[in-house]
């Protein structure tokens, strides 16, 4: 039985920082560079779920895809999109927003809904910027 | 011995829908969605393909890529650029062109011809628009 | 007084084809090549539309650009988006829909509802594929 | 004597958001949409600036380009990247931080130090997610 | 009469380097930097070439762009590509490699050719990495 | 325990060719085609350097990537970029410069110095155009 990889991506715009409140300004300087920046900063994120399975024989569907879609918007972006990470977002509460613990953390709140749907949540991929990104399959 | 994966770029402009002939229009929009538009649409599709074996220590190539591409070419993408997916194409005939399908039709063309270049065929993806894409890997 | 020009994106994924109906197949393919291939192909279209004028004091904007983005959205994405250039757009109606004619096409559809919101209408650039793209600025 | 465009690309990213004080809430909402949450939102901008002269006889060059990032690094980046632009920006104190507003005030920074270099600054263009970006020529 | 623009791009990856012969290494490395090792470096360059004219009634075309894709690769790509610009280019000889003398050069190639297709050649515009790129509009 | 991958992009122009020089010209010219012509070509690489491992409690980081990021620039990218890789590059003294053995090359240089930082490395990705990448995981 043929099983297939399937990725949809969504995107939000969101501001963040590096520190640790019990840390002074200059062990988080340290530790976090120009992320610790007391104001914030942000990014424009990309996030890539990917989830598996076998397409269906009627549909040719592992997915409806704009199912994943919706699940992504509602769980996640619509949470973090145009948010601080740090204030605004119930699901990183007491977590410091490094894009690890963001992925980690997306990935929490997507296995259920994903997995209602019939299929496998495979791999959660957090972009930050052009130049890093982050992916979590889970444990 | 080192294994290297190496992946080839090709691109090809199709037209398609998404519907059972054997449903009304009304089931097939509610399956489907737009994508079951009788009058069909399409898009730029990307198809990437990843081989994998040990580089020769002649040539430093796993294989040569111009090889890959020019089996590509012939094999699938002269088949689907400029085509409706659902009336052009042989190798389509009685699958709904799903990107799930399309992917595995796409590697079951593939497989044979590259592997008769002395590698093995790793990865089928198929990128349907900026923001989805599926990976096949045999079964 | 600094006049500033802000684009929008927006895509959409059609079908089409290039060929004249009272010409012969041969010489549809003489002229237009493989897009005039009679079962249709597609493409994932980009359309950037740029407005201009001087940004407002209270707001900093030139203009709201959502409210581009929902006329863009209404006017001319939602004719197109999942849909046969040549059979289902009212506003492509017997002319062929090279990209040239297209970008014009869209032009006419946006002047009077983007300058309707206070800004003037500077260019429209439909992009077809990685490596072709049209502008139109009017007459 | 031919004269030349030449353009070079600098990145940063920043937390921001578009809200009058002395407006409630409410009216923020309505005219700012998502833009206005309290707690600030982030993009990673992208910023082009293009200067235009005749190529130097001795060396092809407009301009020395890394001379050009050089300006762009210490007048504009070294001061937004990783930062919050309504904060802790002194040429953006007093200015609301849309896109329009952003590039017009990069402009007027750049402006100097570029011609100091013996050539004309011919744009800026701001682009802060794919879908929107702005450009400005000067007055 | 409406105006079109109408853009086409190709790519070619080539060997170049910035430096007077004449001038001592030290010399050449204060003016051009590490563009100026001796052993020379490359570059995935894209060149889009912009024409402008008004669409064929008949065809919908400003010009038939796979004319202008032979054009652009006749005269210009197949002499650049995997070759070294400074030793195999014969357009080049006698001049310094920087982006904006490619650029003028590339036009002095391309508009006789182009203008004999019956539209105007508009720009020229060669990107050598992903933070830098040169237009050129003629004298 | 979850583990995280985590990966960093930074790029390098490079000039190289293909050729064996016990062959003749024409035995080069036949296995490795224009990548053969003798007096080099050039591209813009990318390198992507994926590590994995488990977030620090205290930091919420694998490990610092701005650390990974100055172990490419200091071990890999200070040695390729604006260099020849085939005449100054020391890792690829006696190699033929084909992706697959830059990637191997690279990856034998990072795995030390990374493995040092207590993270593992994962894999090592080189991008030489828009279409070819080669991806190695080591033995």
Redesign the interface.
């Known amino acids: 039985?043929?099983?297939?990889?399937?990725?949809?991506?969504?995107?939000f715009?969101?501001?963040?920082k590096?520190a640790?409140p019990e840390w002074s300004a200059e062990q988080n300087q340290a530790?976090?560079?120009?992320?610790s920046?007391p104001?914030?900063?942000?990014?424009?994120y990309e996030l890539w779920v990917t989830v598996k399975g076998e397409?269906s024989a009627?549909?040719?569907?592992?997915v409806?895809?704009?199912k994943v879609s919706a699940i992504m918007q509602e769980t996640v972006i619509s949470k973090l999109?145009?948010?601080?990470i740090d204030?605004?977002v119930d699901f990183m509460r007491g977590?410091?927003?490094?894009?690890?613990?963001l992925?980690?953390a997306i990935w929490e709140q997507l296995r259920e809904p994903i997995e209602a749907l019939g299929c496998s949540l495979h791999a959660v991929k957090v972009q930050e910027?052009?130049?890093?990104?982050?992916?979590?399959?889970?444990?």
């Open positions: 039985m043929p099983i297939v990889f399937i990725t949809r991506r969504e995107r715009s969101a501001a963040h590096l640790r530790t976090f560079g120009k992320c920046n104001n914030w900063h942000g990014h424009n397409p009627e549909t040719g569907f592992v409806d895809l704009s999109d145009h948010k601080n204030l605004d977590r410091l927003s490094s894009t690890e613990n992925a980690i910027t052009e130049n890093n990104y982050v992916e979590y399959h889970g444990q």
